[in-house]
């Protein structure tokens, strides 16, 4: 393992689930997190509790991350606080699950503000940052859900493909910058978004994972933590699969 | 600030945070075609215009710029009206 460096990290949605776990690895790893959400300030300032206990630098930081001016905002009170982003975890989502016959254009919309253009406005916004340091990680969580497709899910399915495209095409225009670009794609996690399925939604989509559980949210942030690291400083352009066996 | 010393101060950004050979940077050189500067690389150096010389360039304004002289030209009206 490399010597570790501590830098300002930005985990957008990061105050439950996946990117509360995302935060505190990082955290751990001797970064100062960002830790964003929209309107759940005590679930914020708890991870932000939680961090500092532990000794670590954290902050937490209200927006939507689908609207320019709040994204606008965000980043400057980042920079202002904690300096200048240099790991973005793109981790913001939301689901409006329905079928497509009953789908209305407000859920096809919302998801695809929240889920993909934040991605767009949070990357733009931190990229002359990274550019300036010849040095930047931007990590996005997708979803198999993207890869292989959700039935109920086109748009959220939608949204987490467009973030694998993304993060290709964006890899590519940066990478001679010293800047990598890498998504995550979670299976079935325990999070309360999952919790909201049900059980015999979560008991079918276990039978269907090799290793016969659902994954934690920890085990998708040591992905994440692995490729903000200096460890991964030759892998671009990827998308990690962390679903335990989903595909096999 | 006189036109001179902007295309001097420009010229040592080019070669500083560009790379560039200075024997190469002449007032009419296109930054793609003559330079071998990428699109990101022009991107870059209008970033680094604004911090030194404290003016801010919009991306539309921005975007018709080709050759180092346009770049001084650019700086120079900013900073002069």
Known sequence: MGEAVSRVALVTGGSRGIGRAIAELLASAGHSVAVNYVSNASAADDAVRVIEAAGGRALAVQGDVGDETAVATLIDQVQDQLGSVEILVNNAGITRDDLIMRMKPESWDEVLQTNLRSVYLCSKAVMRGMLRARWGRIISVSSVAGVYGNAGQANYSAAKAGIIGFTKGLAKEVGSRGITVNAVAPGFIATDMTAALGEDTTSAAVERITLGRLGTAREVATAVGYLASDDASYITGQTIVVDGGLAL | ?81
């Open chain 2, 1 to 81: 600030m006189e036109r001179s010393e902007i295309e001097a101060k420009l010229v040592d950004l080019l070669v500083d945070e560009l790379g560039l050979e200075r024997d190469d940077i002449t007032m009419e050189a296109k930054f793609e075609e003559d330079l071998d500067v990428d699109s990101l690389g022009v991107v870059e150096l209008l970033m680094a215009l604004e911090d030194n010389f404290d003016v801010k360039i919009p991306d539309e304004e921005a975007e018709k710029i080709t050759t180092v002289g346009e770049a001084a030209e650019m700086v120079s009206q900013k900073l002069n009206g």
